[in-house]
C-alpha cells in the first residue's frame, strides 16, 4: 500500500463517522492493512493539512510518547475527500508535471525550428545576393562584348565602303 493510498485509508474511516474517531479504533479498523506506529505519524499530517481535528487526552496515566486521541474531518478534509483525496492529487500532480515538460519540449522544438527557417532564409538571400552579382558582372561582360562586336561592325563595314 502506497503512503498516499494509507493517508486516504485513514481520511476514509475518519470520514465514515460524524463524530469523534479515537485513536484506539483507528489502530483497530487499520490493524492490517497499516503498522501501528504509522497510524499516528498520518493523522500528524492530516492535522498539519488541516483535514483533520485532533483532540489529545492528556492523563496523568497515558504515556507521553503518544497519549490517546480523537480525530474527525474538518470541512477542508471534507472537501478533499470527495475530490478524491492523495491518490488523486498525486494522479493530477504528475499529469501536470507531464504536460508542463510535454509543452516545454515543445516549446524547444518550437524554436529549433523558428531558428533553422531563419538560419535558412539568411543562408538563401545571401545566396540569392551573391547569384545577383555573378549575373550583373556577366551582363556588363556581355554589355562590353556587344560594344565591341558594334565597333567592329562599323570599322568592317567602313573598311569594306573604301
Known sequence: MTKSEKLDLILNIISENNDFVSSKDLFFKTE??????EVTSIINKLF???????????????????????????????LFVERG???CENKRIKLNTFWTKTKTIANILNVI?????AALGVYISWDSKKKDTIIKKDQ??????????KTMKTELDTLKLK
Request: with cysteine; charged share 25%.
Open 32 to 37: 492490517n492493512r497499516i503498522e501501528q506506529k
Open 48 to 78: 498539519a493539512d488541516n483535514y483533520i481535528e485532533k483532540k489529545i487526552i492528556d492523563q496523568p496515566n497515558n504515556s507521553k510518547l503518544s497519549p490517546p486521541y480523537f480525530c474527525r474531518l474538518t470541512y477542508s478534509g471534507l
Open 85 to 87: 483525496g492523495f491518490v
Open 113 to 117: 525550428i523558428v531558428l533553422s527557417l
Open 140 to 149: 556588363i561582360e556581355i554589355l562590353n562584348l556587344k560594344a565591341e562586336l
